[in-house]
């Protein structure tokens, strides 16, 4: 048993069964117990990698990417370059790298990283040090005037959501509560929901939709910086663009399992509703589109060869297999989205389309 366990029992036996929502939130942010308190997350020895953790080359061309978004705009003399969500430091690493060929642009920014994690912030802190870069409890403390040039990847499916499974025209939540000393899965009595009205047209009874109320409010939050200020964002995440179906999902040494073991030490994730992610942004927003596409665009191939001259024996295998993990529709390429903020009127960052 972790410690988390008794912890969560005691509060479902004070308040009765408790949320998705509030069980997510309690297993990774616990302040003593928490996953992304006590973990160390990332890489093989980890639970899960990330795609800036895969290879340079992701980091490399978001870079090029934003330098070329903040050309367009006419290079304004002062940004808030923020990362969401910064795990080890390894995107914003390489970005900052990559940008060291547009020097105006690197000298234009003030790095700001919005990061939950005590033990993660110290991570961050080597790896950037470089870079005086400023954390942030939330997007809301971001200094206000500034133009944002902002990326989150895998930040989005971390936040908590609530599991709704249709009723009639009701809704029943899905909810954890305690059976014979055992923590378990059971369904509220059903209500109606405003917040899921648009959903009644497309499911039927017994189906799953999932609500993450927080996620579209950070994403506003930058939205309306980037609408009055200019800049742009770039999100990565797995989802799609309408939730359907259970996906929450506890990963454990790059195993799923029971999201109801191991509290606290396994990462707890679920896809992201990009639909209601951008929803009521006063920014303009690209299509959603697949990673792979996006990184073919702005021309992965070409760099991975170019990478692959300096290589040879495993390193070459690893970085030939990084290169299709990263882009192959059987791996990341299609199951991870991205979708990018940008100012109404402007041009979306290269690599995406309106
Ligand atoms: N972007 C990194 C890490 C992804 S893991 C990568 O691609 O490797 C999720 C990250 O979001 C971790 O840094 C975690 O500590 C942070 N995080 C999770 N919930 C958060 C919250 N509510 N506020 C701020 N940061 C959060």
């Known amino acids: 048993m972790t410690p988390l366990e008794p912890i969560l029992k005691a509060q479902i036996a004070a308040h009765g069964p408790m949320s998705v929502s509030q069980f997510m939130n309690t297993c990774l942010l616990h302040p003593e117990h928490g996953y992304y308190t006590t973990?160390?997350?990332?890489?093989?020895?980890?639970?899960?990698?990330?795609?800036?953790?895969?290879s340079q080359m992701f980091g490399e061309l978001i870079g090029l990417?934003?330098?070329?978004?903040?050309?367009?705009?006419?290079?304004?003399?002062?940004?808030a370059l923020v990362e969401l969500?910064?795990?080890?430091?390894?995107?914003?690493?390489?970005?900052?790298?990559?940008?060291?060929?547009?020097?105006?642009?690197?000298?234009?920014?003030?790095v700001y990283l919005v990061e939950a994690s005590a033990r993660l912030r110290d991570v961050q802190m080597q790896t950037l040090a470089d870079h005086n870069p400023v954390w942030l409890d939330s997007v809301e403390d971001l200094p206000d005037g500034l133009p944002v040039f902002a990326v989150a990847n895998e930040f989005f499916d971390a936040l908590p959501i609530r599991q709704m499974v249709r009723d009639g025209d009701g809704w029943r939540e899905r909810q954890i509560g305690v059976d014979q000393n055992k923590l378990t899965f059971g369904l509220s009595d059903p209500s109606p929901l405003t917040a899921l009205e648009h959903r009644l047209g497309d499911t039927k009874d017994g189906d799953l939709v999932e609500i993450c109320s927080v996620a579209p409010l950070i994403l506003r939050s930058i939205g309306d910086r980037i609408e009055r200020h200019g800049g742009a964002a770039l999100i990565f995440d797995y989802g799609d663009w309408r939730s359907l179906g259970d996906t929450l999902q506890a990963l454990k040494g790059h195993e799923k399992i029971d999201p109801l073991q191991q509290l606290g030490q396994s990462d707890l994730t679920a896809h992201v509703d990009f639909e209601?992610?951008?929803?009521?942004?006063?920014?303009?927003?690209?299509?959603?589109?697949?990673?792979?596409v996006f990184l073919e665009r702005l021309g992965i191939t070409q760099r991975a060869q170019s990478l692959a001259r300096g290589l040879k024996g495993d390193a070459l295998d690893q970085h030939i297999a990084a290169h299709k993990r990263l882009t192959h529709p059987d791996e990341m390429g299609t199951l991870f989205k991205t979708i990018a903020l940008f100012p109404t009127g402007a041009t979306p960052p290269p690599g995406l389309e309106i």
Do not use: H
């Not at 973990?39 to 895969?54: K, L, M, R, V, Y």
């Not at 795990?87 to 000298?107: E, H, N, S, W, Y």
């Not at 009521?280 to 299509?287: E, P």
């Open 65 to 79: 990417s934003l330098a070329q978004a903040w050309m367009d705009q006419g290079s304004p003399k002062q940004v």
């Open 276 to 292: 209601a992610l951008v929803n009521d942004l006063s920014c303009a927003y690209s299509r959603l589109t697949p990673q792979g």
């Open 85 to 110: 969500g910064p795990g080890r430091g390894t995107l914003m690493a390489d970005i900052l790298r990559t940008i060291r060929a547009v020097p105006k642009f690197a000298q234009a920014c003030n």
């Open 39 to 54: 973990q160390n997350p990332f890489g093989s020895s980890g639970d899960f990698i990330t795609a800036p953790e895969i």
